[in-house]
């Protein structure tokens, strides 16, 4: 009797061990590795702030949608495209010193759908000379988990 209750014990033992978890996209929470989309919008000013201030435009712009579809208006004027707007980015701001010290205050994310926000914010740049700021409108799409500007309007306050 003692040996069956041994081999009872050892399949059991072996059955809960070989249970494996089946984890789907809702279980994240459960585990609290949950990123919200506020959180994951926010990531992407976090990570554009970033690549400005360490002199990479490119990398800047990789919160930006690669669409000619983008819309970039500021100063007057709207550029239409991401590499536009890439070229307008490496025109205005041709060597660190213009670049500056990018910081965003201010902080606003609305979400309007699954996948669509507006983010409102302030920006200002510090120079050794001046200190440009201004607000700026972004709106974001998600494509695939992956939110992205797909229209940016910013305005100066001068500096």
Same mark, same amino acid.
């Given at each position: 009797?003692?040996?069956?209750?041994?081999?009872?014990s050892?399949?059991?033992?072996?059955?809960? =061990?070989?249970?494996?978890?089946? !984890?789907? +996209?809702?279980? @994240?929470?459960?585990?609290?590795d949950?990123?919200?989309?506020?959180?994951?919008i926010?990531?992407?000013? =976090?990570?554009?702030?970033?690549?400005?201030? @360490?002199?990479? +435009?490119?990398? *800047?712009?990789?919160?930006?949608?690669?669409?000619?579809?983008?819309?970039?208006?500021s100063?007057?004027?709207?550029?239409?495209?991401w590499?536009? @707007?890439?070229?307008?980015y490496k025109?205005?701001?041709?060597?660190?010193?213009?670049?500056?010290?990018?910081?965003f205050?201010e902080?606003?994310v609305?979400?309007?759908?699954?996948?669509?926000?507006?983010?409102?914010?302030?920006w200002?740049?510090?120079?050794?000379?001046?200190?440009?700021?201004? !607000? *700026? @409108?972004?709106v *974001?799409r998600? *494509?695939?988990?992956?939110?992205?500007?797909?229209?940016?309007?910013?305005?100066?306050?001068?500096?």
């Amino acid at each position: 009797m003692q040996l069956k209750s041994i081999w009872v014990s050892l399949a059991l033992a072996l059955s809960v =061990t070989a249970c494996s978890v089946n !984890l789907n +996209i809702n279980d @994240t929470q459960l585990l609290g590795d949950y990123v919200s989309e506020e959180e994951q919008i926010l990531s992407v000013l =976090t990570t554009q702030q970033a690549a400005w201030n @360490t002199g990479d +435009i490119d990398g *800047f712009m990789e919160g930006y949608w690669v669409s000619p579809d983008l819309r970039f208006a500021s100063g007057g004027s709207v550029t239409s495209g991401w590499q536009a @707007t890439l070229d307008r980015y490496k025109t205005n701001y041709s060597d660190r010193s213009l670049m500056g010290s990018l910081s965003f205050d201010e902080l606003e994310v609305a979400l309007l759908s699954d996948d669509a926000a507006v983010v409102h914010g302030a920006w200002a740049l510090e120079r050794a000379d001046d200190r440009p700021s201004g !607000l *700026f @409108t972004l709106v *974001f799409r998600k *494509f695939s988990d992956e939110w992205k500007i797909v229209s940016d309007t910013t305005t100066s306050a001068g500096g």
